[in-house]
């Protein structure tokens, strides 16, 4: 294989922009202004690769070990995430000098027709002035501060026993922020309830809901039982090593 060539974003942005929603979280990686971008000789997997703190950070759109080796060249200490279709295994046992996430985050979007169901009477969308009645019952303190934050609350009474916010990350893509739901009122249905509200309420805005990053098993069989399609699955990991090579 040839030494991978940095390449354009914008050509780069076109080319992902054709498939989003299977490369969403490179889109999101490519809008917040990668530092680098990649590409293997075919072009069927990119890289956009940023500087943080602790080191140097990579989006890959597929699994392909020569051109991780390519882009392992430019940044030995690299660490990565790899973005793949629904259901597909990724053999990380032959990533030697990375030590995978425990977990694999999942990807789910919504583009058909809005669906026509009712929403669960329990549940409203709060008004901007009324966010700060989830203070009590947000797991991060910082939940809240995203620009553009929309919250959904089921009520029990006047109590919330379970709430999702979301935020505006791309173009016309939303994602979920957070969902909780009280663990006295769990398996209710109460998170799948939430999903489908935000999903039916952002594509009669003419919206794409997304729910990026989801680990929590629980959180993932909600996503679907509301009608969200897997777009992707990320799997992350993290240099540990001086030296990094593939077996």
Not at 125 to 133: D, G, K, N
Request: net charge negative; hydrophobic share 40%.
């Amino acid at each position: 294989m040839k030494e991978c060539a940095t390449i354009d974003p914008q050509v780069l942005f076109k080319i992902l922009n054709a498939d989003r929603l299977r490369f969403s979280g490179a889109l999101l990686a490519l809008q917040q202004g990668g530092n680098e971008t990649f590409a293997n000789e075919d072009r069927s997997c990119f890289a956009l690769v940023h500087q943080y703190p602790y080191g140097p950070f990579a989006f890959f759109t597929d699994y392909d070990l020569e051109f991780f080796r390519a882009v392992l060249r430019h940044y030995p200490k690299l660490n990565m995430c790899i973005d793949l279709p629904p259901g597909t295994q990724l053999q990380a046992g032959r990533l030697r000098g990375l030590k995978p996430y425990p977990q694999p985050y999942e990807f789910f979007a919504y583009e058909g027709d809005a669906p026509t169901a009712p929403i669960d009477p329990h549940i409203r969308l709060l008004a901007q002035s009324e966010l700060e009645l989830l203070r009590p019952v947000v797991q991060y303190e910082n939940e809240l501060d995203m620009p553009g934050i929309q919250a959904f609350a089921w009520f029990e009474g006047d109590r919330i026993a379970g709430y999702l916010h979301c935020s505006p990350e791309y173009e016309d893509i939303w994602d979920v922020g957070f969902v909780f739901v009280a663990p006295e009122h769990r398996g209710r249905g109460i998170a799948a309830a939430l999903y489908y509200v935000y999903l039916k309420t952002l594509r009669e805005q003419g919206e794409i809901p997304q729910a990026c990053g989801v680990t929590n098993p629980a959180s993932a069989a909600a996503a679907r039982k509301a009608g969200f399609q897997p777009c992707s699955i990320r799997y992350a990991f993290k240099f540990k090593r001086p030296k990094i090579g593939f077996a």
